[in-house]
Every structure is written in structure tokens, then in C-alpha cells.
């Protein structure tokens, strides 16, 4: 029996968690289990949760849905997907969770998130891993992705094991378009270049994102961030394929006008915001690495002070 956890079922553990739990519905040799909270949980134990696609709606019940960790004890893998900032209080929640052999498999946004879990959960496997979906919970018991890109990497830092490759083969026939890669580290700094600089820049703005490059100054602050970023990267060792400065600029040209980042959205409803794990940390790391953000530096003092 193989038991696999979701944590959190908005738009990204909704839906991939939506996908696996479809798959293994009538499947008595693995369970799917789901840690949400409020309104959506009781939705979804009341009438199953729906997950709207491009191609597809459905509707399915996974084996349990609650948010006690008591009640599903032990499993073999969990998929953890919240805000980073709720990242220690998440970790502390489903500990009931982790048996010894547990392994932890986040999708949050950040390049220091496996290891701060690695920090609270010494003796488990902690994989790394990020996505590109666009997912929404739209009400109590619905999702809708409708992005056009589903995409989920992960990896173990160059390492192969056959939980990785097991993991692999069940996402792939459950559907969900899963790529386990030896070079996960690049990935995740080549989303968090593109999250860190758009997101730190439309809050600061209070624009879209295409409006970063349509006046001169938010287009040279744009370049700037990407600059000092772009040196951190290379200071912490990692290597891209391709010009990462240009092949952001390239995707930030490709979205819609209007469109802007749920940083920025936070900002705006006055919500808690992702400003350390998705801004602060670059200043931190570069500190560390000796590689100077004064751009980085003054953008972030203006967030923090927006943000009080």
C-alpha cells in the first residue's frame, strides 16, 4: 500500500493533486490523501473536488480529505504546496505525517525551500521541485487551470534513486506532465529569476507585467534586477543553457497585458506577501556570496516599508 499526501489543494495542489487522486480512485493498492482547511475542505468532503482544465472538468474524491494529520498518519511521500511564509508552520502541522522513510517533495516558489525543510526534517529525503501552471481556486471545491502549461519538475540534486523514478512513472500515467531532472537546481533558478525580478518589480510599480518594459525606467530597473541576480546565480554555481537575462525579457514580453503577479495581487488586497522568500533572499544570498543587489536593496526597503 502506498500512501501519497497533498498539502494544500489550491491552484497547484488542487490540480496535481486532483490528477493523482483520479488516478488511483478505484486503485485499492495506493491512497491519496488531502490536508486542506475552511470552506474548500468541507466542499470538497461533502461533494469531491472539481479540477476545470482546457480539455477536461472532473470531479473526484480522494481517500480522505481533513485537515487532522492524526488521521492519516504515516505516508510515503508528501507533496507540499502553500505560500513559502507558511512554509515552518506547514512543516510542523503534518509532522504526524513524516514516518522515517517519508519523503518530502515541495512546489513552492524559491530557491532555499528543500533546504530549510532539510533543516526541520533532518533524517527524510527532502527532493526539490517547481511548476509552471497557472491555477486558481476559483470557489469552495472548484479549481481551474486553463494556462495552457502543466508542467512539474523535480529531481534530488544530481541524484538518482528508484523512488524518484517510481514517482515519475505514476505522475506520468496519472496523467500530469512530470519531468524528473538531474539538473533541478538550474530549473528552479531559471523560474526564480523570472518570479523574483517580476514579481519585486510589478509590486514595487503596481503594474502588469508586459508594463515593466514599456517606459524607460522600469524597463533599465528591470535589467538591473536581472543583472544582479543573474551574478548571484552564477556565484552560487549555476549554469543556464541559454542568455537567462534575454530569455526573461523574451517571457515577460509574451504575457498578456494586464496580467500581473500574485505578489503584486497581495500587495494590493493587503494580504500577507511571498517579499522575503521571492526579494529579500537575494539580498541575503548575495551578502553571503559578496555580489552586490543595490537595486535589489532599494526596491526591497521601499516593499518592507509598503508591507507594514
Not at 494590493?268 to 543587489?293: D, M, P
Request: contains cysteine.
Amino acid at each position: 500500500m502506498k500512501k501519497i499526501l497533498i498539502v494544500g489543494i489550491g491552484g497547484v495542489g488542487g490540480y496535481y493533486g486532483g490528477m493523482l487522486s483520479r488516478h488511483f480512485e478505484n486503485n485499492p493498492q495506493t491512497d491519496v490523501y488531502f490536508l486542506a482547511r475552511g470552506a474548500h475542505l468541507e466542499k470538497t468532503q461533502k461533494d469531491g473536488l472539481t479540477v476545470e482544465a482546457e480539455s477536461e472538468t472532473f470531479v473526484t474524491r480522494p481517500t480522505l480529505a481533513t485537515d487532522q494529520a492524526t488521521e492519516i498518519g504515516e505516508v510515503d511521500i508528501a507533496i507540499i504546496t502553500p505560500k513559502s511564509y507558511d512554509l515552518e508552520s506547514t512543516i510542523d502541522q503534518i509532522r504526524p505525517c513524516i514516518g522515517k522513510h517519508t519523503i518530502i517533495l515541495p512546489l513552492l516558489n524559491g530557491v532555499d525551500i528543500s533546504e530549510r525543510i532539510r533543516k526541520m526534517v533532518p533524517g527524510n529525503e527532502v527532493w526539490d521541485g517547481c511548476v509552471y501552471i497557472v491555477g486558481r481556486l476559483i470557489e469552495p471545491g472548484m479549481i481551474r487551470s486553463n494556462g495552457g502549461v502543466h508542467d512539474l519538475y523535480f529531481g534530488h540534486a544530481g541524484r538518482q534513486s528508484p523512488a524518484l523514478f517510481e514517482m515519475n512513472q505514476i505522475m506520468l500515467t496519472a496523467g500530469i506532465k512530470a519531468h524528473l531532472c538531474n539538473d533541478i537546481r538550474m530549473i528552479i533558478w531559471r523560474k526564480f529569476i523570472f518570479i523574483s525580478v517580476t514579481a519585486t518589480l510589478t509590486s514595487y510599480y503596481n503594474v502588469g507585467f508586459r508594463d515593466l518594459l514599456t517606459t524607460d525606467e522600469r524597463k533599465e530597473t528591470t535589467y538591473k534586477l536581472l543583472h544582479e541576480i543573474a551574478a548571484l546565480a552564477a556565484a552560487e554555481g549555476v549554469v543556464f543553457e541559454h542568455d537567462i537575462i534575454e530569455t526573461t525579457i523574451k517571457h515577460i514580453e509574451r504575457l498578456p497585458f494586464g496580467t500581473t503577479s500574485s505578489m503584486n495581487s497581495d500587495f494590493r488586497a493587503g494580504k500577507r506577501t511571498e517579499l522575503e522568500t521571492l526579494t529579500g533572499i537575494v539580498v541575503e544570498l548575495g551578502n553571503q556570496q559578496g555580489i552586490e543587489t543595490p537595486n535589489y536593496d532599494k526596491v526591497l526597503s521601499e516593499l518592507v516599508l509598503r508591507q507594514k
